[in-house]
């Protein structure tokens, strides 16, 4: 099969790109690098540096014809996108578009999505499956609820057929050590625990210890990359095989909080670094759950990696070779 991913630079990307090489597949990497890293596109991919904002460069790289298009080419800070939502307007919805529209003329009828729990907001109740209400809480959950209706759309009027993977907390990295690309700027728990055990930060600020869980801290659903990755495999058999949409929740169906996330870091790297409780942050719910029963009965997916220790060991593991840089 011939795969491009666009946004296959970046660290969800990446690690798809892995998966698909895994197995044979050629694959070609479309990524301003704006977030992505060069590091992270493999020697054996097919690299096109553009921006998914220009519709020639994105209709260039798919005129060299491909089976199947993977779209992770979008801005992802909840937070950013509610002082900012010009920014994620533009390059989550209007890119997104300018990839659909492209795929479509070049005869790629083939879609995956990485989508997000954001769709759903607030949650009514634990576990979220597929059904739940979408009503999200940032303007970053709806530019992805917003994608999937033109994939809709656009399936029910062009034929195209897609899936859309709605990710939990993806966390985690490669445990055979082929990704070693750090995000640049982090804005999630996991790799802010890790620069604050390598001392590049000077202490982590767990948000609130006043919510209605066992011990006051926000509930989660952290879900491997490498899960991750090889769901985007399966699905992007499944809608070829089947030729039909697929929406699923992709997550581990296990819930950590903050609080055991930070004192089990602290024990797996052995560094006793501050950790504070400092104020709720906006927006937060208390808890999120996925159902990944829907992605078990179309696809046999389950996550195999999620498990607390391998989540903060690989992801350590990468941190000590950078540090070693
Ligand atoms: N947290 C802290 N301190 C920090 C950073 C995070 O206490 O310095 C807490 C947050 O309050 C939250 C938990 O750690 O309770 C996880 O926070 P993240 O920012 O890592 O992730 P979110 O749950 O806010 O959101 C993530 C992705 C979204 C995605 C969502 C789906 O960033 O894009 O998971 O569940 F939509």
Redesign the pocket.
Known sequence: MRVILFGGAGYIGAHVALEFLKRGDEIGIFDNLSTGLRENVPGEAKFYKGDILNKEEVAKALSDGWDIAIHLAAF???GESMMSPEKYAENNIAGSLNIITGCLKSGCNYFVLSS???VYGEPKYIPIDEEHPKDPENY??FTKLEIERNLEWFSKLKGLRYASLR????AGYDTDGKMTGLEKNP????P?IMETAMGMREK?????DDYPTPDG??I??YVHVTDLARAHVMASDYIREHDENLIVNLGSENGIS?LE?VETAKKITGRNFKSEI?ER?KG?PAK?VASSKKAYEKLGWKAEKSDIKTLLESTYKVYLKNEKK
């Open positions: 992802k800070a909840a997000s729990a954001a970053y959950g990710y939990f907390n993806a804005a999630n728990l996991l802010i982590i600020v767990i948000f609130g801290t926000c989660r659903d903050v996330m400092g942050r937060d999120l």
